[in-house]
Every structure is written in structure tokens, then in C-alpha cells.
T-cell receptor, first 114, second 114 residues
Framework: NAGVTQTPKFQVLKTGQSMTLQCAQDMNHEYMSWYRQDPGMGLRLIHYSVGAGITDQGEVPNGYNVSRSTTEDFPLRLLSAAPSQTSVYFC?????????????FGPGTRLTVT | DQQVKQNSPSLSVQEGRISILNCDYTNSMFDYFLWYKKYPAEGPTFLISISSIKDKNEDGRFTVFLNKSAKHLSLHIVPSQPGDSAVYFCAASHSGAGSYQLTFGKGTKLSVIP
């Protein structure tokens, strides 16, 4: 089991560029989430999915899109990158609601927007 | 408004002694609490959790205590080991519509000195 994998590990974008952060899990988890962590801050939820074809917004969804066409993959799209999106992004998955099941996190993608 | 607060950014403890990490919350709807541990350049890993129907949960060297009236929880690590040096995040959720959403504190960096 590879667990939760994220690519790329590092990325530098110019303002206005778009890109997709990839996330995949091989544990057959229904629930997947994207978080961002800014310096001195806790993790904040961007978007989440409770199953293939179902997504919803978290605390800080603006500027990001997600889709869930398969159980395994949950990509995060930055539509038009802004310096405020400089952050470390973590993808996570779990069997069910996070209040009942352990969440497994990927290693993160460090994104810098100049 | 920060709903989950970890007021100590850092803590240093001698190896073999007890580490106590504290967390306060303001949202009385929270009824499930978790602790995550994070090493540099890695994603967070689940450590231990507690439901609001309990006031204590123990797992090996790790014990979480919950004081609902004070809206306070703490993580005790006994005995502390150098490998415990990491950032510890407190997180909370509630059983309403947000049962798949976690609210994180800013984290406490624990250093265990050999």
C-alpha cells in the first residue's frame, strides 16, 4: 500500500497561472479532503468529497476547484494562482466521517506563487 | 475567530519526563476531538481521539483528557522520548453537517531533550 500520494512535492507558479495538484489513495477510502497549511496556522479545509461524484466546499474554497471521478483520485485545481495561495497543501483520506475514522494524510505539496 | 486554540507554540521536556500539551475550544457544538502529530516535510499522522461522552482515553504512552465544562483538553505523553519531538495539532469536529470536517489548532512544537 502506497497510502496517500501527492504530486508534485514542490511547485512555483506565476500569478495568474493555473495548475492541478494530484492526490491518489489506494486504500479504497470513501472520504477525501484537501487542506492548506499556512505558516503559524493550523490546517484549513478547502474542499472534500464523501464519494465518487460528490464534492463540497470547506472553510476556504475560493480560487480552487475539485472533482472526484474515481474513488482513488481527488485532484485540486488552482484556476488563476494568486500569491495568497502560497501554502503547503495536504490531501487526506478516510473510510468514513473524520469524527469516526482515522484520516490518512499525504506528504504535502509546497506551492509558491510569485 | 479561532475555535480551537493551542496557546503554547512550543514546549521543551526532558527525556523520560511527562509532556502535557493543552488545547482549548470555544464552539460548544464540538463533540469529538483528535490529536495529530506532524514531523517536518511529512503529512500529519493520527495519534489519539476522544468523544465528548468520555473524559479520558488512553493508548500506550498517550492519554487525552477532556474537561467539557472548561472546554479544555490535554494530551499527556509519559514517558517522553526524543522520537516524540514533532508538532502536535489538536482538532475538533461536531456531529452535525460538519462531521467530515475538522477544525485544527495552530499546533504546539514539542522538543524532547535527551
Amino acid at each position: 500500500n502506497a497510502g496517500v500520494t501527492q504530486t508534485p512535492k514542490f511547485q512555483v507558479l506565476k500569478t495568474g497561472q493555473s495548475m492541478t495538484l494530484q492526490c491518489a489513495q489506494d486504500m479504497n477510502h470513501e472520504y477525501m479532503s484537501w487542506y492548506r497549511q499556512d505558516p503559524g496556522m493550523g490546517l484549513r479545509l478547502i474542499h472534500y468529497s464523501v464519494g465518487a461524484g460528490i464534492t463540497d466546499q470547506g472553510e476556504v474554497p475560493n480560487g480552487y476547484n475539485v472533482s472526484r471521478s474515481t474513488t482513488e483520485d481527488f485532484p485540486l485545481r488552482l484556476l488563476s494562482a494568486a500569491p495568497s495561495q502560497t501554502s503547503v497543501y495536504f490531501c487526506a483520506s478516510s473510510y468514513g466521517p473524520v469524527r469516526s475514522y482515522e484520516q490518512y494524510f499525504g506528504p504535502g505539496t509546497r506551492l509558491t506563487v510569485t | 475567530d479561532q475555535q480551537v486554540k493551542q496557546n503554547s507554540p512550543s514546549l521543551s521536556v526532558q527525556e523520560g519526563r511527562i509532556s502535557i500539551l493543552n488545547c482549548d475550544y470555544t464552539n460548544s457544538m464540538f463533540d469529538y476531538f483528535l490529536w495529530y502529530k506532524k514531523y517536518p516535510a511529512e503529512g500529519p499522522t493520527f495519534l489519539i481521539s476522544i468523544s465528548s461522552i468520555k473524559d479520558k482515553n488512553e493508548d500506550g504512552r498517550f492519554t487525552v483528557f477532556l474537561n467539557k465544562s472548561a472546554k479544555h483538553l490535554s494530551l499527556h505523553i509519559v514517558p517522553s522520548q526524543p522520537g516524540d519531538s514533532a508538532v502536535y495539532f489538536c482538532a475538533a469536529s461536531h456531529s452535525g453537517a460538519g462531521s467530515y470536517q475538522l477544525t485544527f489548532g495552530k499546533g504546539t512544537k514539542l522538543s524532547v531533550i535527551p
